[in-house]
């Protein structure tokens, strides 16, 4: 059962009294059917929105509290049911609301497959610790504009994959780049790296590792060039992008949920998709198959790392292939 958390937030924030200045704690049982051991609250003053999951006293040794931007955790006791304990998740910064309900829906949404009372602790601390994992790499205030135009450029290539035909969940599970492996796609023992690019000729992309070029032990390498240009309107947004796909893949629940997913490793969320609004116009997309004699670094020295270089697009031109020669190579038709 999908629960409108908004809508049960928005009736506790009607109950209370506008002028009611004390410090008071109104909330209710997610599900009035059905104990789910989650509740939702609002406490006076300020209306501050909270999340609350009940747990047994023997289990609070077990419970880490992160520290998130915007959004506090700690442990209480409820009245009623009587003497429970809680786990408190509260939002301390309204800058932030989009993000606390998404996450408090991604809670609502784990705990709802956990059928155990015994198990709720264990299944909210993984989710808690994907959180976590999500905001160190990418914040709680949204992708930075580079970080938009790489996700925009694979969602490109995902984008022609899916207008050849391919079956739509082989395609979202052939994205890689989402959960920043060495490849953005990878089908078989083939693979493609996505770079976007926004400068003036000489174009160039930067390569940010030996591993990204390197097509030893693949069947082949592709390196899809997208070039962009920036425009004030009528171009299309990261959002608009997402958006597209969803439209293509509606209908197809394997494919939507696997999308969802990898969205959200990619770092997108739509509690930022309002920030989102720079536009792009496709100036040129190119494609190149990576092989011996390719302008690339593949080997260094022992004791040398963090290898990062660009490679001028021109002087890859002897490499360049059709873009639907490459997308039928790479999906094997």
């Not at 003497?83 to 932030?96: G, M, P, Y």
């Not at 293509?248 to 959200?264: D, P, R, T, Y």
């Not at 593949?298 to 963090?306: E, L, Y």
Request: proline residues 3%.
């Amino acid at each position: 059962m999908k629960y409108d958390l908004e809508k049960i937030w928005a009736l506790i924030e009607g109950e209370i009294d506008p002028a009611d200045s004390s410090h008071n704690r109104v909330y209710r049982r997610l599900d009035s059917d059905i104990e789910t051991g989650i509740r939702l609250g609002v406490v006076t003053p300020g209306k501050t929105r909270e999340i609350l999951v009940q747990i047994d006293e023997n289990e609070e040794k077990f419970f880490a509290s992160p520290k998130w931007m915007g959004m506090r955790f700690e442990i209480i006791s409820l009245d009623i049911p009587e003497t429970t304990r809680h786990i408190r998740l509260f939002l301390s910064d309204r800058e932030h609301i989009s993000v606390f309900s998404t996450v408090c829906n991604d809670i609502v949404d784990t705990l709802a497959k956990v059928k155990k009372p015994g198990l709720r602790i264990q299944e909210l601390q993984n989710c808690i610790e994907r959180w976590s994992h999500f905001f160190q790499k990418y914040g709680a205030e949204g992708l930075s504009p580079e970080m938009q135009r790489g996700l925009f450029g694979e969602l490109s290539w995902l984008r022609l994959l899916l207008s050849r035909n391919m079956n739509a969940t082989s395609v979202i599970r052939s994205w890689k780049g989402c959960r920043r492996n060495f490849h953005d796609f990878q089908y078989s023992e083939r693979v493609v790296e996505v770079k976007t690019t926004l400068t003036k000729e000489p174009r160039r992309v930067r390569i940010n590792n030996e591993k990204q070029l390197d097509n030893r032990g693949f069947d082949s390498l592709y390196l899809f060039i997208l070039s962009l240009q920036k425009l004030e309107s009528r171009g299309q947004t990261l959002t608009g992008m997402v958006d597209e796909i969803r439209t293509v893949i509606k209908g197809e629940k394997s494919a939507e949920n696997q999308f969802e997913i990898a969205l959200k490793d990619a770092g997108f969320l739509d509690a930022h998709a309002s920030l989102y609004t720079d536009e792009y116009r496709v100036t040129k997309q190119e494609i190149f198959e990576v092989k011996n004699g390719f302008p690339r670094i593949i080997r260094v020295p022992n004791g040398v790392g963090d290898i990062t270089y660009t490679i001028t697009i021109s002087a890859c031109s002897d490499f360049e292939l059709k873009i639907d020669d490459a997308i039928s190579n790479f999906i094997g038709s």
